[in-house]
């Protein structure tokens, strides 16, 4: 199973990217194949359809082969990284469908932690993701010289579990024709 993380910061390092990295190692040690997607790296004429780049199309790429998705952003302004929103404004449509998303948020105060609930979830929900239960949000003083705590770290945790559960589930649902064949549309 692929799981790509998406680090959405404008920066190339950011405490949201080092909560994607941990989930990717995460996933890592269940046997999973990871890459990880950083927005900060990719040239902004690319991202803003100027001109073509192998980095975006790397990312596009890997984006599209993924089971799992882990989408991290700083809060800013109450809503995520703009260059993030610029990195979804390139997918084809209902590019996520099908795929479990992970959301993460960064932030400097408790106060933007429903940026997770009200901003993010609502972008990949709009690309067909299907988003965990709790994504997880931690905010600066979670951190000490760069590392989560370990309470951060127990959130990530939950997060791959149970992106894990669901991805099995969503891919035996897809699997079994016969199921799927009988399953209403929700349409």
């Known amino acids: 199973m692929l799981v790509t993380g998406i680090a959405g910061s404008p920066f190339s390092h950011s ?52 089971a799992v998705v ?14 993030l929103k610029t990195l979804f404004d390139n997918f084809p449509q209902r590019f996520l469908a099908g795929k479990v998303a992970i959301p993460v948020a960064t ?13 993010l979830r609502p972008l990949m929900a709009n690309e067909g993701a299907v988003s965990i ?17 370990a309470e951060v770290r127990e959130r990530l945790n939950s997060a791959v579990i149970e992106s894990l559960a669901l991805a ?3 891919m035996s649902l897809s699997s079994d024709t016969a199921t799927t064949a009988t399953l209403p549309s929700p349409w």
């Open 107 to 119: 932030g400097g105060t408790s106060n933007h932690m429903l940026a997770v609930d009200h901003t």
């Open 15 to 66: 405490r949201s990217r080092v909560l994607v990295e941990q989930i990717l190692a995460r996933f890592k040690d269940a046997g999973c194949r990871t890459e990880l997607v950083v927005v900060g790296d990719i040239p902004g004429d690319a991202l803003l359809s100027r001109s073509g780049a192998p980095e975006l199309q790397n990312a596009l790429d890997n984006i599209a082969a993924a």
């Open 133 to 149: 239960a709790r994504g997880v949000y931690a905010v600066d003083a979670e951190f000490t010289e760069g590392e989560p705590s």
């Open 168 to 170: 099995k589930g969503l």
């Open 70 to 83: 882990v989408v991290g952003t700083p809060v800013y302004k109450a809503t995520y990284a703009g260059a």
